[in-house]
């Protein structure tokens, strides 16, 4: 099982849980607060609620984690799939009583929605500027005619307040490893994307790109739409 699955297996399982690492490429390790993945619609914060709101149509949540959004999108009647890359994800999920939830890629996904929903940074998937380019084009294959597609993301800027930006690199583009009980899995690439950098990259992708909400703290909720 996947380091991170087993860690939202025990808290899930037992309500208790070691300590759940996460490992960066720009500085100290970071302690992961699991009831963070299972918050109810109270806990969230508005920008996610926000993006709940905004949902119609068929919705395809990914990267749903333990089905959190997908929960409270079922409660509003909304028509959604959930899918997630682990498998104690999927399975908790399932548990939780998620009707749609899937052990799946997106990159390998065939079926047409009206809002694909990315929340938690969920955009970071794509991992690099170039497959956060790939992404949007592979993306229209998912959605229906008038779709679209709202995602949050961030401005790392801060993190280089000291320090210069990469110089090989897009400054958002990072690496992380999960480690929980002393066992440390693959690291794998992640990405924070600027506004600007956003709107450019969606209009040579051939989207329309519209900034929803801003939370003040470098964090905003982004909606696309084909132009």
Not at 23 to 38: A, D
Request: include cysteine; aromatic fraction near 12%.
């Amino acid at each position: 099982m996947d380091v991170f699955g087993q860690a939202l297996t025990d808290i899930y399982k037992t309500g208790e849980a070691d300590t759940l690492w996460l490992h960066n490429s720009y500085g100290e390790p970071e302690e992961m607060p699991l009831e963070f993945f299972f918050r109810d619609d109270e806990e969230m914060p508005v920008l996610e609620l926000q993006a709940l709101h905004m949902c119609t149509g068929k919705v395809l949540d990914i990267g749903a984690g333990v089905g959190s959004h997908a929960l409270l999108l079922q409660a509003f009647n909304i028509d959604v799939t959930a899918i997630d890359i682990s498998e104690a994800g999927v399975s908790i999920m399932k548990d939780r009583g998620v009707k749609k939830a899937l052990l799946q890629d997106v990159f390998t996904y065939e079926e047409k929605f009206d809002t694909i929903l990315m929340l938690m940074n969920g955009i970071g998937l794509t991992g690099t500027l170039s497959g956060f380019k790939d992404f949007l084009i592979k993306i229209k294959d998912l959605l229906n005619p008038g779709g679209q597609v709202i995602f949050d993301s961030s401005d790392i800027s801060y993190l280089y307040e000291d320090q210069a930006k990469p110089l090989d690199h897009y400054f958002g583009e990072v690496s992380y490893r999960y480690e929980y009980k002393g066992e440390k899995g693959n690291w794998f690439n992640w990405i924070y994307i600027d506004e600007e950098t956003i709107k450019a990259i969606a209009k040579e992708t051939g989207w329309n790109c519209e900034m929803i909400f801003d939370d003040g703290e470098d964090q905003y909720l982004v909606k696309l739409t084909l132009a």
